[in-house]
């Protein structure tokens, strides 16, 4: 059983460029949360979807940008990157009773 | 707003003996809670969760409590092995929406 995968791992952005990062979510879940983990800080909440909506959403500015589809696999995009974009931005799942989430590996993004 | 706090940023503890990692949040609607372990380069991994209608969980050498009325939790790891060397995140939710994480603590188990 595969779990939460994500692509790419590791990639390299000028700032003012755009950004985008997938992700699938584990066999039977139907709900993917996008996290910013900047260096040395806990995960943040980004924003959530179900069903193809965006049903939640965190402290980040409209640069950043999802959607998600039939399969539920999801996108993440970051529009005019800035430097402090640099982080790692890991992609969860969880299923209807959404009490556990499972990430993924995660994508390192820097910025220069 | 920093929800979650964890305010040890290291620990370090001897193989065999008892690591306690502590966490304390602010919003009393939080009604379940994670701890994660994370490896450099790595994704956290899922350890153990709590209901707030519990004050302990265990699962194997993991066992964590929480104290409601102090807004605290903590997870113990008995006996502590080498391989437990990882940062660990807390994390808390209400009705199972976003979930806020702390900062994390660094654990080094020395052999």
């Known amino acids: 059983d595969a779990g939460v995968t994500q692509s790419p791992t590791h990639l390299i952005k000028t700032r003012g460029q755009q950004v985008t990062l997938r992700c699938s979510p584990k066999?039977?879940?139907?709900?993917v949360s996008w996290y910013q983990q900047a260096l040395g800080q806990g995960p943040q909440f980004i924003f959530q979807y179900y069903e193809e909506e965006e049903r939640q959403r965190g402290n980040f500015p409209d640069r950043f940008s999802g959607h998600q589809f039939p399969n539920y696999s999801s996108e993440l995009n970051v529009n005019a990157l800035l430097l402090g974009d640099s982080a790692l931005y890991l992609c969860a799942s969880s299923g209807q009773a959404g009490n556990t989430i499972y990430f993924g590996e995660g994508s390192w993004l820097t910025v220069v | 707003d920093q929800q979650v706090k964890q305010n040890s940023p290291s620990l370090s503890v001897q193989e065999g003996r008892i690591s306690i990692l502590n966490c304390d949040y602010t919003?009393?609607?939080?009604?379940?809670f994670l701890w994660y372990k994370k490896y450099p380069a790595e994704g956290p991994t899922f350890l153990i969760s709590?209901?707030?209608?519990?004050d302990k969980n265990e699962d194997g050498r993991f066992t964590v409590f929480l104290n409601k009325s102090a807004k605290h939790l903590s997870l113990h790891i008995v006996p502590s092995q080498p391989g437990d060397s990882a940062v660990y995140f807390c994390a808390a939710s209400a009705n199972f929406n976003k979930f806020y994480f702390g900062s994390g603590t660094k654990l080094n188990v020395k052999p």
């Open positions: 919003n009393s609607m939080f009604d379940y």
């Open positions: 066999s039977g879940h139907d709900t």
């Open positions: 709590i209901s707030s209608i519990k």
